[in-house]
């Protein structure tokens, strides 16, 4: 296993920000893995592991070592005549997986097509979108204490899943690898089109549910018109999670913006962090080298040559700008190092 040092972080976040780690490694299959923890650089050193980079903003250098995740591998572990669990190594692309799923008509994640990152960072943050989450079908996770390298495996229950949350965000942040997740689908046709901007898309373009390729095909045409391309403009996607409210403070916001947008999902009321910021004037807003994507005020976006430090503060300003419009705290979903 070889350690590189000064590495330079700048193609491994999909935020394009200049950063470098004080030591660098990769692991390419299991052995290493093993290797890893013996590692005296592993053993000394502050740590983080690096899938895709597309949930990461880099503020500075990283004085530790950096582990870039490259191991790989799906397999079917068993299945009836109704559902299939799918094992899967953490450092595969999560769209991989789906469009893996997608190709054998296997139904769960075709709404999460085109999510970026890889599928361990997929039950950290318990993604979502198009009206469906990993919590959903995640069967459990496996993973590896990284302080004495033995190996765990969380069943879903464990996980503490939450709205773009989990245990491994949390209470466990830091404390353990994510080596593979095990989802479980269904061979049973169960299309999810309750999410307004789906079903609005599939019948604006008169598609008829037959398979999930149907449906993993709206996604990715929905998402490509909508985000920008990370290969060609520096984003981590959505950066701010939305906002949760109850009735009472609904109506109340409702007093003073009655036009002020909402989606009840079950006993929770969202309201969109991309209209909250888009109200506070920053939607196609620029400043110096980052700014607000002009098409989807959830974004923001390095257009060459910003640091990571232009990126926090441009978030800094814009949770401010919404806290004193709205009194709502937005928080970002991209994890500041």
């Keep these: ?19 470098h780690a004080k030591f660098f490694t990769e692991l ?10 013996d590692l005296a650089e592993f053993k000394q050193e502050k740590k983080i592991f690096l899938g895709g980079g597309s949930n990461v903003l880099f503020t500075q250098d990283f004085d530790g ?12 572990l068993e299945e009836n005549n109704q559902e299939v669990s799918i094992r899967s190594i953490s450092g595969e692309i999560w769209h991989d997986l789906v469009s893996f799923s997608v190709d054998k008509e296997l139904w769960g994640i075709e709404n999460l097509s085109l999510i970026p990152g890889t599928v361990g960072g997929a039950p950290v943050q318990n993604i979502g979108a198009y009206g469906a989450e990993l919590k959903n079908v995640l069967e459990n996770v ?9 190996k765990r ?6 996980c503490a899943l939450g709205y773009r949350d989990s245990v491994f965000k949390n209470k466990l942040k830091g404390q353990y690898f994510i080596s593979a997740v095990t989802l479980k689908l269904s061979k049973i046709p169960r299309p999810n089109i309750s999410y307004k901007l789906l079903a609005d898309y599939l019948k604006e373009n008169n598609i008829e549910v037959h398979n999930p390729r149907d449906i993993s095909g709206a996604v990715i045409a929905i998402r490509s018109s909508k985000l920008p391309d990370p290969a060609v403009i520096g984003n981590a996607g959505s950066f701010f999670k939305n906002v949760f ?14 036009e002020i947008k909402y989606f009840k999902e079950q006993e929770q009321i969202k309201i969109p962090a991309g209209w909250l910021i888009e109200q506070c004037g920053w939607k196609g807003r620029r400043i110096g080298n980052v700014g607000v994507h002009e098409q989807h005020a959830l974004v923001l976006v390095n257009y060459g040559g910003g640091s990571g ?3 926090e503060n441009l978030a800094q300003k814009i949770i401010d700008s ?8 937005l928080v970002p979903e991209v994890n500041f190092i």
């Excluded at 496996?142 to 033995?150: H, K, T």
Aim: hydrophobic share 40%; net charge negative.
């Design 322 to 329: 919404v806290y004193a419009k709205f009194g709502l705290k």
């Design 65 to 76: 070592l950096v582990i870039l995740n490259k191991l790989k591998g799906i397999e079917i």
């Design 28 to 37: 390419n299959n299991e052995q290493e893995l093993k290797e890893l923890f």
């Design 142 to 150: 496996e993973a590896y204490n990284i302080v004495d390298g033995s």
């Design 309 to 311: 430090k232009e990126l």
């Design 245 to 258: 409210v109850n009735d009472e403070k609904l109506k109340d916001l409702q007093k003073s913006f009655p």
């Design 1 to 19: 296993m070889e350690i590189q040092q000064n590495y330079d972080l700048t193609k491994l976040n999909t935020l394009g920000v200049s950063a």
């Design 153 to 158: 495996i969380f069943a879903v229950e464990e």
